[in-house]
């Protein structure tokens, strides 16, 4: 015997079993077609209704979904919810019910997010580092550098060496996060002074290497708020530092204090060149110029033939090349100097034994 609920449960073609209760209703009588398929005679009579106004379609099952939702968000306040959302994606729903006084609990207003399928998720910090590589990757070479000085006396390798050969405590250093070229220069001191003389050098190196003092007025200079840089909190005027970034180059920014993250590219070259040079140099560093010497070729290698997995496994040379940027190969070769030493032997000279650096002192193409 057929059980109708049984059957229909299970089904999944309930028009087709139900169309043959209405086939034998129509030949043997309601009551017969009730007791053959289990069901009620009002069952019967429902579908053999249905199939008279119908016909086959009018078998399947019709929602109990009432028509009219008493308390549904009107349309158009649905629209204002989604375009507020489009506008600040990054903005949550009681922030966004709080800013544009919107009638709606948060709850539903994410269900209406959730039904035109849209939403925002932080991005995970990876995605955020990739994005940001992306971003330096378009710019133009040397257009934004990062200077900074790193104390090598944390280092046990090379602290010996300090202690021994009386080597320079400081690495002044340049980056420039395009393409990832990588200058240094060393100091007895970290001063305003050796700042500026870095400056100099570095500047010097690349009028030499095919750069014109007009290219070198579109690059920028970065740094933290070392007083090597900035000088005094409580001077008045600009720092010789300032001066000559204005000067020589496109200008001078300064991040935030406490924004290490924005020196993130100088900082990474202070994480490599501790392991790849210092530790299994420093021990055996013989003196000054065995240290400039090791520190020039490790530069070498490192601008020119060290390839970087976060820059699509290239060194700084090839992405150099790939921005149709053509100079002299040796700007991969920095000339590694003590900063005090080239400032009494080249630059007091020009400045006729003054002590402190003119405003006038242009560089020499």
Same mark, same amino acid.
């Given at each position: !015997?057929?059980?109708? !609920?049984? *059957? *229909? ?137 990062? *200077? ?211 405003? *006038? ?5």
């Amino acid at each position: !015997m057929w059980r109708y !609920m049984e *059957v *229909v449960k299970g089904s999944s073609d309930k028009k087709y079993f139900r169309l043959k209760i209405v086939q034998v209703a129509k030949g043997k009588g309601i009551k017969a077609a009730a007791r053959a398929f289990g069901c009620s005679r009002n069952t019967v009579k429902k579908w053999l209704k249905r199939y008279k106004e119908g016909g086959y379609q009018e078998l399947e099952d019709i929602s109990r979904r009432p028509i009219n939702c008493y308390g549904q968000t009107p349309a158009e306040l649905e629209q204002k919810v989604v375009g507020l959302k489009k506008q600040n994606p990054t903005f949550g729903a009681e922030r966004l019910s709080e800013i544009y006084e919107i009638k709606l609990s948060p709850r539903t207003m994410r269900a209406i997010w959730r039904r035109a399928g849209i939403g925002y998720r932080p991005r995970k910090k990876h995605k955020t580092r990739h994005n940001l590589r992306e971003i330096k990757r378009r710019w133009k070479a040397f257009s934004h550098n990062q *200077v900074d000085v790193k104390d090598l006396i944390d280092i046990p390798e090379y602290w010996l060496a300090i202690m021994d050969k009386k080597l320079p405590r400081y690495q002044y250093t340049w980056r420039e996060p395009s393409c990832g070229f990588h200058f240094l220069a060393y100091g007895y001191e970290h001063t305003l002074n050796n700042s500026v003389t870095f400056l100099y050098v570095v500047a010097q190196h690349l009028l030499a290497m095919g750069f014109t003092v007009e290219e070198l007025k579109a690059f920028e200079i970065q740094t933290d708020n070392g007083s090597e840089f900035i000088g005094s909190w409580q001077a008045k005027d600009e720092s010789e530092f300032l001066k000559r970034c204005n000067q020589w180059f496109g200008g001078y920014n300064r991040i935030k204090p406490g924004a290490k993250n924005c020196q993130g590219d100088v900082e990474s070259v202070h994480g490599r060149i501790e392991p790849e040079f210092y530790i299994p140099e420093g021990k055996g560093l013989q003196g000054i110029e065995d240290l400039l010497w090791k520190a020039r070729i490790y530069l070498a290698y490192f601008n020119a033939i060290r390839t970087n997995s976060y820059k699509e496994h290239k060194s700084p040379w090839q992405l150099l090349r790939e921005q149709k940027i053509y100079k002299d190969k040796n700007l991969c070769i920095f000339p590694v100097v003590v900063l005090e030493d080239y400032a009494e032997k080249y630059l007091w000279p020009i400045l006729k034994g003054g002590q402190d650096l003119p405003a *006038v002192l242009e560089l020499r193409e």
